[in-house]
């Protein structure tokens, strides 16, 4: 920068010396100067030396003065400058921070950045590079925006047109970030925003869907579900109903799910009834549902019931040809396997037995096998009785049975024991013979019909279906006599009027007694 000193009358002016002085500006940084004078030319000219005034930083439109003073007065004159913008060397945000937007969507705000040059000028012109992670933090990683880089404007700022910025899938706050910087690649600050969750789309089992087994009416519980969106985000505030099958109950039936997405009932009572129980929990209003499964399994045995025919009989001392079956239950009614049944057999004379225990088997049913309870000795009408009690307690059901007679094997006299008569004659015509008949055991024997025998000329009336005969010893071969019944005492009874003096019974297929 040079000056030419002139005098009054227009001459320049060799040999003056010129003083340079930078002006003092409260809005911008102060210039220096590092020559402060110089000397005139022959040619009258004052030269400062180039780089010898240093603007300040502050950038502007001739924003610096220099002033050259001609010594010893107040004549000057002024040199001006304008402080230029550096290169963009940092970037700040100026809008669009702390977005958000639903996962998977474009964040609708503008996002925007002042470039500063080193100075902390706004520096227009400089390319704003954009970049959004590739790895790393939940939600960056399928983030995209587009375009990736801008331009700043006069001011210095760099604008992000709305919905360029695409958030990842995964919700949370300020999970996803946008790097920014210039020149592109050099970044120097972050947008973040927030995911946001997405529709509920699904429900998934916060805890096991399978309570295994347990016994009917027994609680269970939390049954707890997650809302998720598409993406597999937990969804708050979402309204799940519980819905149980069969006579359960629930401690509730509505519910909301909490800041996890995660819906519980506190408690699942089963049914009371033995088979799989099942609570479907599903979104209000939608079809989306998921299930939890428990197994209700049968309560201790509490009672039975006879299963099979109960009022039996046989042949005293033989057993019964039939199953014996009970059904044994727990307090609901269900039935009850793997419980142990004990039979205990009283009456008929007091000497019959039984097998001791029996197993339900998947029905619960405890089966006796035929067989397995022999009677007593003494007849009757259901005078054996079997009970069956569950184990260890006092619950029973009977049986009863009756104790038919056996074979007859003996018989006595009951009457016209010892008669007479003159020979050849008959004994006389009241006298009425009568014999009883006993079992092995010694119970009397009811039969139907006996036929009458001669001893010495053997002649017979038979018939093979009847049990009992009586027979008579005549002296003379002379036979009399008729089918005889045998009632309830076992009793057999002959007329008189007939010559004979012994008589005889036998089993058909039996041996001849004399009596």
Not at 301 to 309: E, G, I, M, R, Y
Not at 351 to 365: A, Q
Request: glycine residues 12%; contains cysteine.
């Amino acid at each position: 920068m040079t000056v030419t000193v002139f005098d009054q009358y227009g001459n320049t002016v060799s040999g003056a010396t010129v003083t340079f002085a930078v002006g003092a500006d409260s809005s911008v940084t102060p210039a220096t100067i590092g020559v402060t004078s110089a000397v005139s030319n022959q040619f009258g000219i004052a030269t400062l030396p180039a780089n010898s005034w240093t603007l300040g930083t502050t950038k502007g439109v001739n924003n610096y003065n220099l002033f050259a003073y001609l010594s010893g007065t107040a004549t000057f004159v002024t040199f001006t400058a304008s402080g230029l913008q550096g290169a963009g060397v940092s970037v700040a945000i100026a809008s669009g921070q702390n977005s958000s937007a639903t996962v998977a969507t474009s964040v609708t705000n503008v996002l925007s950045v002042t470039v500063f040059d080193a100075f902390g000028n706004t520096v227009s012109g400089a390319i704003v590079g954009f970049a959004t992670a590739t790895s790393g933090g939940s939600g960056n990683a399928d983030s995209l925006v587009l375009p990736t880089s801008v331009v700043s404007n006069s001011n210095g700022l760099a604008t992000l047109p709305a919905n360029s910025w695409t958030l990842g899938t995964t919700a949370g706050v300020n999970n996803n970030q946008l790097y920014v910087g210039t020149p592109p690649g050099v970044y120097y600050a972050t947008f973040t925003a927030s995911g946001l969750v997405d529709d509920p789309d699904d429900l998934e089992y916060a805890v096991d869907s399978d309570f295994g087994s347990t016994t009917v009416a027994t609680a269970v519980g939390p049954l707890s579900v997650t809302v998720v969106d598409q993406y597999g985000n937990a969804v708050p505030g979402v309204t799940v109903t519980f819905a149980f099958s069969g006579n359960g109950q629930l401690s509730e039936t509505t519910t909301n799910s909490n800041v996890n997405g995660v819906a519980s009932v506190a408690t699942w009572t089963l049914s009371t009834t033995v088979g799989v129980n099942s609570v479907t929990a599903y979104i209000s209003g939608t079809s989306i549902d998921i299930t939890f499964t428990a197994t209700g399994t049968q309560d201790v045995p509490v009672s039975l019931t006879v299963a099979s025919n109960d009022v039996l009989s046989a042949t005293v001392g033989t057993s019964i040809q039939d199953d014996l079956s009970v059904t044994v239950f727990d307090q609901y009614g269900n039935t009850v396997s793997g419980a142990t049944v004990t039979f205990a057999a009283t009456g008929g004379g007091g000497d019959g037995s039984v097998s001791p225990s029996v197993i339900t088997d998947d029905e619960g049913l405890a089966t006796l096998p035929a067989g397995s309870w022999t009677l007593g000795t003494t007849k009757g009408v259901d005078n054996n009785v079997l009970f069956a009690y569950i184990s260890g307690t006092s619950t029973a059901v009977t049986f009863t049975a009756s104790g038919l007679q056996g074979n007859p094997v003996s018989l006595t006299v009951a009457s016209g024991q010892d008669e007479s008569a003159t020979v050849g004659t008959s004994v006389q015509a009241d006298l009425t013979v009568t014999v009883t008949l006993f079992d092995i055991y010694g119970n009397t024997v009811t039969v139907t019909h006996c036929d009458v025998y001669s001893w010495r000329s053997r002649w017979r009336r038979r018939h093979p279906e009847r049990d009992i005969c009586v027979g008579r010893y005549c002296g003379h071969g002379h036979v009399a006599g008729r089918f005889l019944d045998a009632g309830d005492n076992g009793r057999c009874e002959h007329l008189a009027g007939v010559h004979c003096e012994h008589f005889y019974l036998r089993n058909v297929h039996g041996q001849w007694s004399a009596r």
